[in-house]
């Protein structure tokens, strides 16, 4: 077997120094980049040179020998007779127009001369470092410069849902705008009549009012029922409308009022009118979220969550109702005795288990002009014992306070002790339908004190545990003067709406807050509208058939 074949490689004598004398034939021509072992790989090439903008991977990639000009083109074909024009308008920075010398306006010590474009290098550990915390700090600086931005620029208002569903078939007869109504007045309504008060009252523990900030005191569960009776589901309505048979237009405190202050509400609501036999009786609709409170509804930015979120408008609903239910029952003076009116509250159900709230009734009756006559069931929550023992009747409500970053920016735990009033007119910019309401329930029920309770969440993101941080409280005609809150507007935007319906023929009718514009709308609708099977039942001891 013959041996392999050896062929000597070809070796090239360099008598003038150490190295080869040229290069391989195959890499004749072609550009060589210097490169260094240690340095980073980044792009498998890189035709531009301007591949890595940030600073970071610019030098973390950087070759250690710099870029060189092996890559750079050449046009040696007609040179002398082309050449490139630059059209752009050169504009002077606006800080130097018209500034002196130099074209220099502002602080010396922050006037930096122009410097050349340093070289790229490598840098140092030490270098790194400092490159590194410089870069966090400006990031934080933008992020910081972002969220200011972001609180001055106004969240887009979303469309707002009716309460109620209009059909095609409702009939359109009025509408009202707000501008007009603000503009209404009944002035010189005479003083109601008491006809019937019914139920009892705790009295009011005067050791809430030492609570503040410092000696808070915790929201406690308080398990007790609260009836929340429509109009003509009332036994004592139904015996009045027989028993008064001038009296033609029957409603509830919080119908009223909510029509009294309507011009200052924001979200939708709807109220239904009976109009039988020349006699109206406004009610609310089963089911609805009629007497749940709204939560910073006069808002600039109204809370926009949906869903289950914490801060929905729903659940912040919900919240309120529960810390006013629990706050008003837990001031009183339980287990002791109680302030009785001439009868028994008419909706105690001997089969219900549970404590009754503590509340009671006073159906008042009030001449408005114009063969009108009306009658309204308005409630009081506690007794207060004055300097001179003498007794005080009062309506006791909740302030809430459920994120302050997103209600105004004013923090109850750091001002409500100090700047008590900011506190309060942080709550009437927000809540100035809610304030409203209960001022005038408060009037019309003859109530002599309204008291106010600051609760807040004991975690801004915990809706279940609440702590009192103070109380507040006014007499109701003064507060309603601090609001701004006329008693003759009400009277007449309720009387403007009681002379519209009766001008109308019997039948039912609705009363709709437009979710979006600031009117009402009132609807002439089907007889059966929102009658369910169940209801049809009961409805032969309405005030139908009573009539």
Known sequence: ???????????????????????????????????????????????????????????????????????????????????????????????????????????????????????????????????????????????????????????????????????????????????????????NVAEPDDLIQCGSLEFYDKTYDRINVKNERNLQRIDRIFHTVTTTDDPIIRKLSKSEPKVNVFLTDAILATLMCSSRSVYSWDIVVDKIQGKIFFDKRENTEFDLLTVSETSAEPPQDEGSSLNSPRNLALEATFVNHNFSQQVLKSGEDRFKFEQDNPFVDAEEEGEVASIAYRYRKWDLGNNLLLVCRCELDAVVQGSNNETQFANVKALNEWDSRYSGGVDWRQKLDTQGGAVLANELKNNACKLAKWTVQSILAGADILKFGYVTRYNVKDSGRHVILGTKHFKPTDFAQQINLSMDNAWGVVRCVLDLIMQQKDGKYLIVKDPNKNLLRLYDIPDNTFDSEDSEEESDDGPDEDD
């Open 1 to 187: 077997m013959p041996g392999a074949k050896f062929v000597p490689p070809v070796l090239q004598d360099n008598p003038g120094g150490w190295g080869p004398n040229s290069g391989p034939a195959q890499f004749k021509d072609m550009p060589y980049q210097p490169f260094s072992k240690s340095d980073r790989l980044g792009k498998i090439a890189d035709w531009t040179g301007a591949t890595y903008q940030d600073r970071r991977h610019m030098n973390k990639y950087q070759s250690q020998f710099q870029g060189g000009m092996q890559y750079a083109y050449y046009h040696d074909e007609d040179e002398s007779s082309f050449q490139l024009v630059d059209t752009t308008k050169t504009s002077k920075p606006a800080y130097g127009r018209g500034r002196g010398r130099g074209g220099f306006r502002g602080r010396w010590n922050s006037f930096k001369p122009p410097q050349a474009q340093a070289q790229l290098q490598t840098l140092t550990k030490a270098q790194k470092i400092k490159e590194r915390d410089r870069l966090r700090l400006v990031r934080k600086w933008q992020k910081q410069q972002a969220g200011r931005q972001n609180y001055q620029r106004q969240a887009p208002v979303k469309t707002r849902e009716a309460s109620v569903t209009v059909k095609p078939d409702w009939i359109v007869v009025e509408e009202m705008d707000f501008p007009r109504l603000s503009k209404l007045s009944l002035p």
